[in-house]
């Protein structure tokens, strides 16, 4: 067996992140991207269904959510101009933080009774606040992390944001019953925001920091035509898209199979997928992390890729057999194992694409098309089923993730270096 996948390998390359800055750096400010986008979404959603606000309005407030698919539209921004403290990704990191914490404030404000249009603005407000610290944060990890790193960088930052989401989630529903007003958890929540500044004031510098694109123009007009003139472009964004897609439709249709055709209780689906599935998908995310440290992005892409194909079988298999608890938690740790540790590996890829010139950009742009991907997925997901079956529909779900994994092989191994000549690409870019 290689030992590079040996028990104390990979034991070794996850002890790395606990004594590693980056990664450490990147813990704290993968929760201050979390806590944000739990507050504008099931928290919301809570706090209103206690308040009496009906569904059909509740519903409607996912709309506030949108900056998060519309941020590469304004991702150029954070790759032309540099602010005057801190450089061009903490010193964009340290705005918007400092810009979340009042608006979080002023959501705390709202009562029942005034306006639900004011609220629905602040927390469009921080929506689109935390989608700019999102965008810093893919680009700033991508600058940071030398490749042996990007794993374990990926690792940490995704450990951070689930820390978040049951924080300001879970976390602010239980401050709630201890008798806590939801003002004030609103507020608490905001303060938290104070975490994320001490880690950007620590967080170390990327050793070479890039220059920024000359002008405006360029900062939108050069991601793009890099990332399509480049060879293999058009391959890699197929990969792009299609890699997550047996996740995207498993996570569709995931409880209502759940909750309906197999009939466990929400109490049973909500503590094991909550509880359980959430520290296995940390633990999936830090043994990818070790894996990738280990074997590199590429032999990892494929590993991950055939391990997350073959967890939604788990799904036809309990379509099979007897609901009990037992079988649902077998389920679930083997759907958010391969979960984590595609999330792990697939993140390494997304960093390894982008040119640190104008990675806010071009990272935004990626996680652009893989939320079109969960969303035609998504789409799809209920009409499958129908025609399909459960069974059927679980094993295309599986798969699905054929596709991505016959492309690979054409996908190019390495980003060529400026010494190394890129023809098409070049010629657009020195024309700018």
Not at 59 to 79: E, H, N, Q, R
Not at 235 to 242: K, P, R
Not at 246 to 263: D, G, I, N, S, V
Not at 336 to 345: E, P, Q, S, V
Request: charged share 15%.
């Amino acid at each position: 067996m290689d030992d590079r996948l040996c028990l104390g390998g990979l034991v070794k390359g996850l002890f790395d992140v606990f004594v590693n800055r980056r990664s450490l750096a990147l813990l704290v400010l993968g929760f201050a991207s979390g806590l944000p986008y739990a507050l504008t979404g099931d928290t919301l959603s809570a706090w209103l269904s206690v308040r009496g606000i009906s569904v059909e309005t509740i519903g409607l407030f996912s709309i506030v959510t949108l900056p998060y698919a519309l941020k590469f539209l304004w991702s150029p921004l954070m790759d032309r101009f540099v602010p005057p403290l801190l450089g061009r990704r903490r010193g964009w990191l340290l705005i918007s933080q400092i810009l979340l914490i009042p608006a979080i404030a002023g959501m705390a404000f709202w009562e029942k009774g005034a306006s639900l249009k004011l609220l629905a603005l602040w927390a469009t407000i921080v929506a689109t606040l935390s989608a700019t610290q999102d965008i810093v944060v893919d680009a700033y990890r991508t600058d940071l992390l030398p490749p042996e790193e990007r794993g374990t960088g990926a690792a940490a930052h995704v450990t951070g944001y689930r820390i978040a989401l049951i924080a300001a989630s879970a976390g602010a529903l239980v401050l709630v019953g201890t008798g806590l007003s939801w003002r004030t958890v609103y507020i608490l929540m905001a303060a938290a925001m104070a975490i994320g500044i001490v880690a950007t004031f620590l967080a170390p510098e990327p050793a070479q920091p890039s220059a920024p694109p000359a002008t405006l123009s360029d900062a939108v007009a050069l991601p793009l035509q890099e990332m399509l003139l480049r060879r293999g472009g058009l391959v890699i964004l197929a990969v792009v898209f299609l890699f997550k897609v047996p996740e995207y439709l498993a996570a569709a249709q995931t409880m209502p199979f759940l909750l309906k055709e197999m009939r466990f209780s929400p109490d049973q689906v909500g503590t094991i997928r909550q509880g359980l599935g959430f520290a296995v998908t940390i633990f999936g995310a830090f043994l990818g992390g070790g894996i990738v440290a280990r074997v590199g992005v590429w032999k990892s892409l494929w590993l991950f890729g055939v391990v997350h194909c073959l967890s939604n079988l788990s799904f036809l298999l309990l379509s099979r057999a007897h609901s009990s608890t037992a079988t649902l938690a077998g389920v679930i740790v083997t759907e958010n194992l391969g979960i984590g540790l595609t999330t792990a590996g697939f993140t390494a890829f997304l960093m390894s694409l982008c040119d640190i010139r104008f990675s806010a950009t071009q990272y935004a742009l990626l996680s652009g098309l893989m939320a079109l991907s969960r969303v035609a997925s998504g789409s799809l997901s209920g009409v499958m089923e129908h025609w399909l079956g459960w069974q059927g529909f679980f094993a295309v779900s599986a798969a699905s993730g054929l596709p991505a994994l016959l492309l690979l092989p054409w996908v190019p191994r390495d980003r060529p270096t400026e010494e190394q000549e890129r023809p098409e690409s070049e010629a657009v870019l020195a024309a700018q």
